[in-house]
C-alpha cells in the first residue's frame, strides 16, 4: 500500500493504452478457456434452479457474482510484493500449487459422475468448490494474498446457488412450515376463527389450506440469505454487520410468509377456498416486494454507521499489452502519468506469466473433460430390447372407484408428463389410493423431478409421523419384477401402508429407490445411463390390521393392474393429466 495519498489538488490522467491483436490473443484466450469451466458449472446447477421452484433464484447469482467482481476490480489493491509472492519452491508454495493440482486432476471423474446426477448435493458442492478453489489460485498467482482476500467474495457468492443437503433441507423445509402453521393457527383464533394444523396444512371449515406446496419455507430462508449477503457486500458492511444483516433478513422472511399464510388463510376460511388462485400470487408478490425493501432499509441503516471504510485509494498505472505478457516488470516512475504533485511509484509488480499459464492449462483440461465425459456416455447407451414399459390400469368398473383430479400447483410441482390417480375400496374395507407418474427421457430436469416425488418428502408435509421402513423388496407383476419400498405413516391414530415403485427405463435389473442412492448413482455412471424415462407407483393402504396383510394385498392385486407395452407404444397419447401451469398447495 502507499503510505501516502495523493493530494486532493492533483489531477491524474490515465494513459491511452493501445492494445496489439497478438497481445489481445494472449490474455484472451486464457480467460475465454477458464471461462468454460464456470460456464459448465454454471450449467450445470441450472438444472436444479429449472426443476426446483426454491432455487429458482439461482439464475441472478451468477450475474451478481459478475457485477461484483467488476465492482472489487474498479478498486483493486496492489499486488503483493514479489518477495512476498514468489513462486519459489518454499514449503507453502509447494503445498499450496500441489493441492491445486490435484483438485485440478478430480474435474475429469467428478464431471463425469455430475453429467447424470446434478441433483446430487454433495457431488454439487465438491465440483462447485474445485471451481471456485481454482479460482482463488488463479488470483493468488496473479496479485498474491491481498488479490485472493479482496476478490475472495464474489467468487465464493456462487455457494448460494448450490442445492442443499437433502437432510438439511428437509428439516427446514418440514420445520419451518410447520412453525408458521402453528403461528398462523394460533393468529386465527384471536380473530374468532376455527383452525386447526396438520403438518404444513392448516384445516378450516372451508376445506385444507397448504402452506405454498411445503417448500415456500426454504425457498424465502434461501433467497433471503442471498439477498442479505449481497447488500452486505453492496455497502462493504462489516464482518459482523452483515452477520446481523443476514439475521434481520431470515427474521423479515419468516415473519412475512406468517402475514402471508394468515392473510391467505383468513380469506378462505370467508369465501372459500377458491379465492386462494386469486389472491396467492398478489400476496406472494406484494410480501416478497416489502421483504426486499425492508431488508434494504436495514442495509442501509447498517452501511451508514458500521460500512468499512477504507483510506484514500492511488490510482495503479494500467498495464501496457507487453507488461502484461511480459515474464519481468522493472519498477519505475510513472512516467505515463502527469500530475501536478511529484510522481508516485507503486513499486514493483509481479508477473502475470504464471496465472496466464494456469489459466490456459485448466481451461484446456476443462474442455477435455468435456470431451471425455460426452465420449463415455455416448459409447455407452442403452439399447432398448424386450419389454421394459409399463402402465397402470386402473379398476374404473369397480363401483367405489373415484378419479382423482390433481390441483394444478401439484402438476406443476411435479411437472410429469403422464399420470394417474384414482382410490377405490377392495373386500373387507380396505381402501386402496393409487398415484402413478411417468416422466419421457426428455431433460435432466424430468429425471429430477421423478427423484424427488417421494412418500418421505410427501407425507410428513400432511402431518403423518414415518413409523417404519424396509428394505427394497420385489414384488411379480406378470413378466416383470417391480422394486418397492414399504413405509408405515401414522396420524392422528390413522395407519397408513405406502408401497413406493421408482423405476428407470432399461432392461436391466432395476434399483429402484436404491438408484437414488450414493452407489445406485455411481452404478449408473459406470453402465453409462443417461436421460432414461423415468415412472413411479406409489400404493397407499388404510383398513389393514398390519403391514403384512397389506403386502399380501399387494400381491395379490398388483398382477392385474400392471400393464406392460412393447418400445413401439407410447403412454403419451393417454387423455390422463399432462404437465401443465399451476400454483397452490402439495
Known amino acids: 500500500m502507499i503510505s501516502n495519498p495523493m493530494p486532493a489538488n492533483s489531477s491524474f490522467e490515465s494513459p491511452v493504452v493501445r492494445w496489439s491483436s497478438s497481445a489481445i490473443w494472449r490474455l484472451g484466450l486464457p480467460l475465454i478457456l477458464f471461462g468454460i469451466l464456470w460456464a459448465d458449472l454454471v450449467r450445470q446447477l441450472s438444472y436444479e434452479w429449472a426443476a426446483r421452484e426454491q432455487y429458482a433464484y439461482g439464475w441472478f447469482v451468477p450475474f451478481f457474482a459478475a457485477a461484483l467482481l467488476w465492482r472489487r476490480w474498479l478498486d483493486r489493491p496492489a499486488p503483493s510484493q514479489p ?10 508454495n509447494f503445498l499450496l500449487s500441489a493441492f491445486c493440482f490435484l483438485l485440478c486432476l478430480l474435474l475429469l471423474p467428478m464431471r463425469v459422475i455430475y453429467e447424470i446426477n446434478p441433483d446430487w448435493p454433495l457431488l454439487s458442492w465438491l465440483y462447485t468448490l474445485v471451481v471456485v478453489g481454482a479460482t482463488l489460485y488463479a488470483f493468488w ?6 488479490w485472493t482476500r479482496h476478490f475472495a467474495f464474489p467468487v465464493v457468492f456462487i455457494l448460494v446457488a448450490v442445492v442443499w443437503p437433502w437432510r438439511i433441507e428437509k428439516a427446514l423445509t418440514q420445520g419451518l412450515m410447520q412453525v408458521v402453521a402453528g403461528v398462523t393457527v394460533e393468529l386465527l383464533g384471536w380473530f374468532n376463527i376455527p383452525a386447526f394444523q396438520h403438518g404444513n396444512l392448516i384445516e378450516l371449515s372451508t376445506g385444507v389450506v397448504g402452506i405454498d406446496e411445503a417448500c415456500s419455507g426454504i425457498r424465502s430462508f434461501q433467497s433471503t440469505l442471498m439477498a442479505g449477503l449481497l447488500m452486505g457486500e453492496l455497502y462493504r458492511l462489516r464482518v459482523w454487520a452483515r452477520a446481523g444483516l443476514v439475521g434481520c ?11 402471508r399464510t394468515l392473510l391467505l388463510s383468513w380469506q378462505a376460511s370467508q369465501h372459500g377456498l377458491a379465492i386462494i388462485d386469486k389472491w396467492h400470487d398478489p400476496a406472494g408478490m406484494t410480501i416478497a416486494v416489502a421483504c426486499f425493501f425492508c431488508l434494504w432499509f436495514a442495509a442501509v441503516l447498517l ?15 494500467p498495464l501496457s499489452p507487453r507488461e502484461m505478457t511480459s515474464s519481468t516488470i522493472s519498477p519505475g516512475p510513472l512516467s505515463p502519468r502527469k500530475m ?40 455407452h447407451d442403452i439399447k432398448e430390447t424386450g419389454v421394459f414399459r409399463w402402465s397402470v390400469t386402473l379398476p374404473e368398473t369397480n363401483p367405489t372407484f373415484q378419479k382423482i383430479e390433481l390441483a394444478p400447483s401439484t402438476v406443476k410441482l411435479l411437472a410429469y408428463d403422464y399420470g394417474t390417480t384414482g382410490r377405490w375400496l377392495e373386500e373387507g374395507g380396505v381402501e386402496w389410493n393409487l398415484s402413478f407418474f411417468r416422466w419421457r427421457p426428455r431433460s435432466v430436469e424430468s429425471v429430477i423431478h421423478a427423484r424427488l416425488h417421494r412418500p418421505e418428502v410427501c407425507l410428513p408435509a400432511s402431518g403423518y409421523k414415518q413409523l417404519a421402513e424396509s428394505e ?15 413405509y408405515t405413516y401414522s396420524s392422528e391414530g390413522q395407519i397408513l401402508y405406502v408401497f413406493f415403485c421408482q423405476w428407470e427405463d432399461s432392461s436391466e435389473k432395476q434399483a429402484g429407490l436404491k438408484a437414488s442412492k450414493q452407489a445406485g448413482r455411481l452404478q449408473s455412471v459406470l453402465t453409462g445411463r443417461r436421460l432414461l424415462g423415468q415412472q413411479t407407483l406409489e400404493i397407499i393402504l388404510t383398513g389393514c390390521d398390519s403391514l403384512e396383510k397389506a403386502d399380501a394385498e399387494i400381491r395379490r392385486r398388483l398382477p392385474e393392474l400392471i400393464k406392460t407395452e ?3 407404444q407410447s403412454l403419451g397419447t393417454s387423455s390422463s393429466a399432462i404437465s401443465r401451469p399451476g400454483r397452490g398447495t402439495f
Open 340 to 379: 501536478t504533485s511529484s510522481p508516485i511509484s507503486p513499486g514493483p509488480l509481479p508477473s502475470l506469466q504464471p496465472c496466464r499459464t494456469f489459466l490456459l492449462a485448466v481451461g484446456c483440461w476443462a474442455i477435455l473433460c468435456l470431451v471425455a465425459t460426452e465420449v463415455w456416455y455416448h459409447s
Open 472 to 486: 427394497l423388496v420385489f414384488f411379480d407383476a406378470g413378466q416383470l419384477k417391480l422394486p418397492f419400498r414399504k
Open 566 to 568: 412393447s418400445r413401439d
Open 249 to 259: 433478513g431470515l427474521l423479515l422472511a419468516f415473519c412475512f410468509n406468517v402475514v
Open 303 to 317: 452501511k451508514s454507521r458500521w460500512s468499512v471504510v477504507s483510506g484514500p485509494v492511488v490510482p495503479v498505472p
Open 83 to 92: 518477495s512476498v509472492f514468489s513462486l519459489r519452491l518454499s514449503p507453502f
Open 141 to 146: 498467482l496473479a496479485g498474491g494474498l491481498s
